[in-house]
T-cell receptor, first 114, second 113 residues
Framework: ETGVTQTPRHLVMGMTNKKSLKCEQH?????MYWYKQSAKKPLELMFV???????ENNSVPSRFSPECPNSSHLFLHLHTLQPEDSALYLC?????????????FGPGTRLLVL | AQSVTQLDSQVPVFEEAPVELRCNYSSSVSVYLFWYVQYPNQGLQLLLKYLSGSTLVESINGFEAEFNKSQTSFHLRKPSVHISDTAEYFCAASYPGTYKYIFGTGTRLKVLA
């Protein structure tokens, strides 16, 4: 595997379910990001981890819980989501260098909340 | 408030014609500027970026963008487009020393034969 991979690619869940999204980067980077991409809206930066420490948390509801066990893996734990949380969730990684480094994106997980 | 605006949601253009995708940013501090491209069912890929120095930056596939501080713009141009350029293009700004990234809403470029 090369680049940034995300699993699953598609996920359908009910509002009472608990699920997790997984992201893995094979680029040797030390910063990882979660974004939400909804139709007709700008990409929304949700969380940023640098060297496994959370450095950015953009007022995301607590029903989204990130986890970064090491610099290669990033998880987004989901529970009691709402239908408006349906979106494409993108993971990205970069070398650490706040603001200036190129981000490398995974293909995303398309989430549908029923 | 800091923001990135892409006024054109869709731009249709014929193959081999020139194209300009517009991007304006709003910031009272220094910014870095990026253009990313997203092909169907894929993540975003960097096209080009401006950090400092020459205000004209180029990509390997013929796109260029010019940083214009007075106009607060970073428009993307290509003199002759190909069918394969059909994709969604996102302009983004980031702020030195921070992890604050702001994206525009994207412009869908449709190249017609």
């Amino acid at each position: 595997e090369t680049g940034v991979t995300q699993t699953p690619r598609h996920l359908v869940m009910g509002m009472t379910n608990k699920k997790s999204l997984k992201c893995e980067q094979h680029l040797g980077h030390n910063a990882m990001y979660w974004y939400k991409q909804s139709a007709k809206k700008p990409l929304e930066l949700m969380f940023v981890y640098s060297l496994e420490e959370r450095v950015e948390n953009n007022s995301v509801p607590s029903r989204f819980s990130p986890e970064c066990p090491n610099s290669s893996h990033l998880f987004l734990h989901l529970h009691t989501l709402q239908p408006e949380d349906s979106a494409l969730y993108l993971c990205a990684s970069s070398q650490d260098g706040p603001g200036q480094e190129t981000q490398y994106f995974g293909p995303g997980t398309r989430l549908l909340v029923l | 408030a800091q923001s990135v605006t892409q006024l054109d949601s869709q731009v249709p253009v014929f193959e081999e014609a020139p194209v300009e995708l517009r991007c304006n940013y709003s910031s009272s501090v220094s910014v870095y500027l990026f253009w990313y491209v997203q092909y169907p069912n894929q993540g975003l890929q960097l096209l080009l970026k401006y950090l400092s120095g020459s205000t004209l930056v180029e990509s390997i596939n013929g796109f260029e963008a010019e940083f214009n501080k007075s106009q607060t713009s970073f428009h993307l141009r290509k003199p002759s487009v190909h069918i394969s350029d059909t994709a969604e293009y996102f302009c983004a700004a980031s702020y030195p020393g921070t992890y604050k990234y702001i994206f525009g809403t994207g412009t869908r470029l449709k190249v017609l034969a």
